[in-house]
């Protein structure tokens, strides 16, 4: 429980100090022109930050202001008069303004409907490219350039601004989405958001994180088991040339944390995820396990082919039942990675982004915690009750063995046990205290971006999404609880609203075939309607996704559900 709270960040009576302390820091903002154009600066005895419009297909033009801005706009930089919604402004006393309100602003010549939305307790990062534009990183991922930062406190301190060495696009399928993750690099070690000091930084876009928090939470379930190695990581809002990116969790490097005994590290991927030069260091075991190897210290393995024969030896122990694998592998350490994955749901578990670490001693252990946005069923609707022996795992031929070992099981479920109060309590409130710490801010970025209509695209509310997270949490701990027989430990679903939602079911030429009135909360396990499927229909899936819906996740809002009708329709109707 020591670490209990440690996810949250400050707690209410700190917040409510740091906000009063450090009141004089918030920054004005000073709304100007740049030709016909408004735009705002978040000015400081350096000069401030320029914040640019942007402008949806609806005319009026948003203005996302980091949490440190002022909730006053001046306009002591613009000459001339000033109107706002035809009404004279003062210009030197500050016009307040209302969140979701729109203004019609004159001035300069200039006259635009403006939008302000402004975060909150957390913090903004400036990103700003040598070149002015990010069009060159988002052409080709691995494409860097220079530039400078600058790291805004929630409160308006600045914790860094300097030179930036070089900022990239990463990921995989995360990057082929419209809002980018990205790499930086610093010029100097430097410790941001209150994390280690470092030069490599990781900025993860959370696009198909509809809840904004799984990965987070997925991190600090890691460091509660002790998982040493494991990143740590802090909501900002992310500005690159003035634009607002939205919401970011950016994260200390992969490596920042390792043991200073780590010869190697290891990680289970795909080859269509290699350069040819991380190929060229990779190898493929006898089970068709392929690693991507990293030597991280002189140490009794010189090269590549050295590691890849000491874990095909370890393999071998593996597949033949031999206990003498013990010898070899830090046994704890890969049973609560083996419990974080199982807990969470992980689709890449042990498939890709999954990390091992081969120490001084000649044992491996588990390496970083990583990846996370495809945990929490958001990759395919999978049930709650997803057998322990089966995906998502990779790795079977090596963890099927291990979870019958009685000492892996037992460093497993001792530490399941260990982290049960710690899940009770962020159930209970710690989903909610951080649902309620970046809500301003997911609002900003839903306003930007929409939410990512694939993957688990299951609801229109943001909050019925963190009562999903709730849902499957309670459900896979209560399945967990039982198949590990483990006493005195339930949990509940989320609270329901008592509303009634509507299901429509209906065929993919939009004419309806059936309705549904259910309670808030209700899974229609049992409650679908039966489906021709040896001749017309194969299942139902969501209007706009191809995805099949499951009975395992509850109505929490009105649903539409189609009918997928099959490519074999024509040809079966005529027998």
Known sequence: MKKIYAFLGLSGILLAFTCLYFLAAKRTVQLQINGEHLYLNSMDSSGGQTILPWQKEDGV??????????DKIYFDQISGQVFIDGQKADKWTGFSW???KTYTIEAGGARQTVLFMKSENIPAIFLTTESG??????????HQETGTIAVLGENGAVQYSGSLASISGRGNSTWEEEKKPYSIVLDEKTALCGMNSGKSWKLLALYYEHDKIHSRLTYAMAQELGLFSTPNCAWVDLYCNGNYQGIYLLTESKKRNLDSDAQW???????SRLSDTEEAASFTTEMGYLFQAEKTADGFLENVSDAAAYIQRIEDLIAAGDTAYREYLDLDSLARKFLLEK?????????ASAYFILDGEGRLSSGPAWDYDNSFATSGFFSYTSPIESVPDEMTGWFNVLYEDSQFRSYMTDAYRELLPWLKYMLEEGIDACSEEISASVSMDLE?????????????????YIRYLKFF??????YLNEIWEIDGASFQDPPVTGEIHTVTFQSEDGSV??????????????????????RFYSSWFYPGMDKDYSAFVPVYEDLTLCARERESDEENTDS
């Open 61 to 70: 033009v948003r203005f996302f202001l980091p949490s440190c801005a002022d």
């Open 265 to 271: 590290l290891l990680e289970k991927t795909h080859k």
């Open 98 to 100: 209302e969140t979701g």
């Open 133 to 142: 534009g990010m069009d060159a990183i988002h052409a080709d991922k691995n």
């Open 473 to 478: 949490l309670s459900r896979r701990l209560n």
């Open 448 to 464: 930007r971006w929409g939410m990512a209509r694939n993957r688990m695209y299951l609801y229109e509310e943001y909050d019925n």
């Open 513 to 534: 075939l059936e309705t549904l009135q259910v309670p808030d909360g209700t899974c229609l396990e049992g409650l679908l309607p039966s489906l021709d499927k040896e």
């Open 343 to 351: 807990i969470v749901m992980n689709y890449d578990a042990m498939g």
